[in-house]
């Protein structure tokens, strides 16, 4: 879950290739403009929570970009297939799904303005929502960061797209900034394009989300020890090998944490099971397959 841009998604939806990918392939898909995948997703050391889960799930993602409109998304089972002891899913009493999505509005197209100047090519009203269905209150999360977007001209066939974010924290596993304005994100998404591999296409994907300026370090508790428990920032950073044909994709995937969910990295708690040491800055990881459709 909380994962990355995958597989031939996010290298279309960058390069704006989608609608030369769909003539191409007229009749394959179900659509010739919503193009959408199921995946297969194992997850290891990730590192959003206050304890290290590793879990396998079902996935379905999507994303568009037509006119005015351009998409991310993925909805999420978490261990759908199975997990260890520290994660829950839609089996024993855990979330039964998990979503995110990054809708964005061009504001040149809806305004009819040409608003490009140097390498920014178009500005958009970006938003990206996380939502987290929970098994109950404190398993549940809403949030959504909405600001402005752009693209990115880097003169070389590279994807590059930029956005930054004020955060609305609702509901939040029961944390202190709940029902409040609590921060910022800077996201940025790039592409490569590699080489021909296989009889497929394999790309290098990257994303990272910058946040900041979040209240939840000074409200959010101390750790056994009277230090904080939480922290004002985090970072997770993605790093992609995408081997994409017509149908079939696969990743490997290398995600850096600091400060994961906003947890102090080597905080020590106890949940009622023991003490323990939060394990929130590290890498993590994920192995996806996956069928476009």
């Known amino acids: 879950m909380k ?4 597989a031939a998604g996010a290298v279309m939806a960058f390069s704006g290739a989608s609608s030369a990918v769909a003539a191409n392939n007229q ?12 995946n297969v997703v194992s997850s290891y050391h990730t590192r959003f929570g206050p304890q290290l889960r590793n879990d396998t799930y079902l996935e379905y993602e999507a994303f568009a970009k037509k006119d005015w409109f351009d998409f991310y998304g993925y909805v999420d089972a978490p261990r759908f297939f199975g997990g260890d002891g520290n994660s829950t899913g ?3 009493h855990g979330s039964p799904l998990f979503m995110e999505i990054e809708p964005r509005f061009s504001i040149d197209k809806l305004t009819g303005l040409d608003l490009s100047f140097g ?3 178009e500005w958009y009203f970006a938003n990206n929502y996380i939502y987290d269905m929970g098994h109950n209150a404190a398993g549940r999360q809403s ?3 909405m600001g402005l977007g752009t693209d990115i001209n880097t003169g ?5 797209s930029l956005n930054i974010y ?8 029961g944390a202190a900034n709940q029902n409040e304005w609590d921060g910022y994100r800077f996201k940025v998404k790039y592409f490569i394009p590699i080489t021909s591999l296989w009889g497929g296409n394999l790309t290098y994907i990257g994303f990272t989300n910058f946040d900041w300026g979040s209240d939840l370090d000074k409200n959010g508790g101390t750790d056994l020890n009277g230090g904080k428990m939480r922290t004002d920032n985090s970072i997770a950073s993605s790093h992609i090998l995408a081997l994409n044909y017509d149908h079939w994709h696969y990743s490997v995937v290398a995600r850096y944490f600091h400060n994961g969910g906003q947890w102090n990295d080597n905080a020590e708690l106890n949940f009622g099971n023991g003490n323990f040491n939060v394990r929130s800055t590290g890498w993590g990881g ?5 069928y476009n459709f």
Do not use: C, M, R
Not at 3 to 6: R, V
Not at 166 to 173: G, M, P, R, T
């Open 119 to 121: 390498p920014f090519k």
């Open 156 to 160: 070389l066939p590279i994807g590059l």
């Open 27 to 38: 009749g394959e898909y179900l659509s010739d403009w919503w193009h959408q995948s199921v």
């Open 3 to 6: 994962k990355t841009l995958l």
């Open 143 to 145: 949030t959504w960061y």
């Open 90 to 92: 839609i089996w024993n």
């Open 166 to 173: 004020a955060k609305y924290q609702w509901q939040n596993y």
């Open 286 to 290: 994920y192995l996806v397959v996956g």
